[in-house]
């Protein structure tokens, strides 16, 4: 699959059949990208070099996680060699070590060891900030990163200067913006399609898989083959301060109302515990957003990080349709993200 004026190599080479058996074609800014980072890779694996890896940003839903996704599964290295991490599951990882009443500086260095130990690629997906102790936590991961000499692939929506944006706090994290400028290649997927918007990403499993219903429509939730619970259904699951009600826990399908677990002082490590049990996920009565609270607005972003990061099938009995559900001014931060995944949700 040699294209005209260019090498194709090994990685390029495997990523493009991959791209072919699914039916994608990649645009010229995805097949530009591709090239650079195979090459990179497949140079940087055996003779290392200033160059720490690649930072590649840009909107949502241009196909930066699948496209590097794809490279890393293609790289030339034992899979044991490789690590991979979302940035949910990064910090679910830390919140295990304090739960253990390890110090801060103990928790952070033991889990970025256990990460980078042995390591020879590394993919951090989705890299976003917007508060100083996660900051500082990336600090600390990308020195190491770059100290080690861990190629490296990082994917964000956002350029290096656009993270923790809030200029109270945008200060911490001038130390990890200055580390990927001038160690990292940072690349920019823009100008082309939101191909989940554009339905081009649906898939017949997974996350993709899921359904946008309205909760008014009980012939298309019957066609959907959904039962709704009854109120002997309810049940609690995780315990503790942790504890969250949902309506039905039925096998491996979890079925949540919005207010139960996104009014509730849920986290996103409560989601990824659930996912580890429940690879099926109903959320119910979910409003326009002008009607939840700013902090239930930005656990339900969380939460479709989690789901769509463990690719499980989301079902959502809403009261709008899509276009519906964005009805404020102030949306909260990675609500772009949220709205291009949730076109990936077949019905209203």
Excluded: C
């Excluded at 315990?239 to 996103?268: P, V």
């Amino acid at each position: 699959m040699q294209r005209a004026g260019t090498e194709t190599t090994g990685i390029a080479v495997a990523v493009e059949e991959s791209a072919a058996a699914r039916g994608i074609v990649l645009d010229a800014e995805q097949r530009a990208l591709l090239d650079e980072v195979a090459a990179f890779l497949e140079g940087r694996v055996e003779s290392g070099g200033e160059t720490a890896g690649f930072y590649v940003h840009g909107p949502a839903g241009r196909g930066k996680t699948w496209l590097m996704s794809e490279i890393f599964r293609a790289a030339p290295l034992p899979e044991s060699r490789k690590r991979r991490v979302h940035f949910h599951t990064f910090f679910q990882e830390l919140q295990r070590r304090f739960g253990a009443r390890m110090s801060a500086r103990a928790a952070i260095e033991e889990t970025v060891e256990e990460l980078l130990s042995g390591a020879q690629l590394f993919f951090f997906d989705e890299l976003h900030v917007h508060d100083p102790g996660g900051a500082s936590l990336l600090n600390r991961l990308l020195d190491e990163l770059t100290r080690r000499g861990v190629p490296t692939l990082l994917t964000s929506n956002y350029e290096p200067e656009g993270l923790l944006p809030n200029p109270v706090y945008h200060h911490v994290f001038v130390p990890g913006i200055r580390i990927i400028r001038e160690r990292f290649a940072v690349r920019v997927l823009d100008g082309g399609a939101d191909y989940r918007r554009a339905g081009g990403s649906r898939s017949e499993a997974g996350f993709g898989s899921g359904r946008w219903l309205l909760s008014s429509d009980e012939s298309a939730i019957r066609e959907a083959g959904l039962a709704l619970p009854d109120a002997g259904e309810r049940t609690t699951v995780l315990h503790g301060h942790r504890a969250l009600h949902a309506l039905a826990a039925r096998g491996s399908e979890i079925w949540f109302d919005f207010s139960d677990l996104l009014e509730a002082t849920s986290i996103a490590e409560d989601y990824l515990d659930l996912t580890a049990n429940f690879d099926s996920w109903v959320l119910s009565g979910v409003p326009p957003l002008s009607r939840a609270s700013r902090e239930a607005r930005q656990r339900f972003v969380a939460l479709l990080d989690v789901l769509v990061h463990a690719d499980l099938p989301l079902t959502v009995l809403a009261e709008t349709d899509r276009a519906g559900l964005v009805d404020i001014e102030d949306p909260p931060a990675d609500l772009f993200r949220a709205e291009s995944r949730l076109a990936l949700l077949r019905g209203a």
